[in-house]
């Protein structure tokens, strides 16, 4: 009965030394695992070192970058009406939308494509439009254009024609919001934010 009850004894030591070692060495597990910190710690690390043209800013303070600027220039010509719009830009953009509006009851757009449906601004020296809507029931204007050739300098962007139907002066404006790309805005490389300053509305005398 005595070596049974030392039998019984070793037994229970040793599963309560088995125990015992899965415990620490799931303690030492866990004490090995980063936090939360640590992984934080370890991605903005590899962030800054991805090579540059793989950065891209997520936040950019418009206070330390060269703004882009749209302006015009307006010729009255015989019986019509001539706007020429471009951008300058310090920076190599590669992205220009447009969004502007205008009064139907004072002025009408022009077409310059008589081959396409609807009615077209004149396009002008960038590589690739993708979109050059003009509605002279509402009033409004799109132009979305890529420059692939990334400029860095004063570019014409679009010519439009129009026609006054009045004598009173008017005005094109352009859609603008600093913190938006859903209205007029330039896009520069590797900038996630809109890069043109707020542009001064287009004077038809």
């Known amino acids: 009965m ?3 009850f030392h039998n019984l004894i070793r037994v229970l030591a040793v599963l309560v030394t088995v125990q015992a070692i899965f415990v620490i060495d799931k303690l ?3 004490d090995k695992q980063p936090s939360l910190e640590d992984i934080a710690r370890k991605q903005a690390i590899a962030y800054t070192q991805l090579p540059q043209n793989e950065v891209f800013l997520q936040e950019t303070d418009r206070k330390d970058i060269s703004l882009a600027k749209f ?9 019509q009406i001539k706007v020429d719009i471009y951008i300058d830009s310090q920076q190599t953009f590669n992205t220009a939308n447009l969004l502007l509006d205008f009064d139907p009851q004072e002025i009408q757009i022009i077409d310059q494509d ?3 449906p609807g009615i077209q601004l004149g396009l002008g020296d960038l590589d690739i439009y993708l979109q050059n ?8 204007i799109q132009l979305l ?3 692939s050739l990334q400029k860095n300098q004063k570019t014409k962007v679009a010519t439009l ?3 006054k ?6 005005k094109i404006n352009f859609e603008y919001d600093a913190n938006s790309f859903q209205k007029t805005f330039v896009k520069a490389k590797n900038i996630k934010t809109n890069i043109l300053s707020k542009p001064e509305s287009i004077l038809i005398p």
Do not use: C, I, M, P
């Not at 302006?71 to 019986?79: A, K, P, R």
């Not at 139907?165 to 008017?170: F, I, K, Q, T």
């Open 2 to 4: 005595s070596d049974h």
């Open 28 to 30: 030492t597990f866990f």
């Open 71 to 79: 302006s015009s220039q307006v010729e009255e010509l015989d019986s």
């Open 114 to 116: 008589v081959n396409l």
């Open 133 to 140: 809507q003009v509605d002279n029931r509402t009033g409004k």
């Open 145 to 147: 254009a890529k420059n």
């Open 161 to 163: 024609y129009l026609r």
């Open 165 to 170: 139907l009045n004598s009173d002066r008017a």
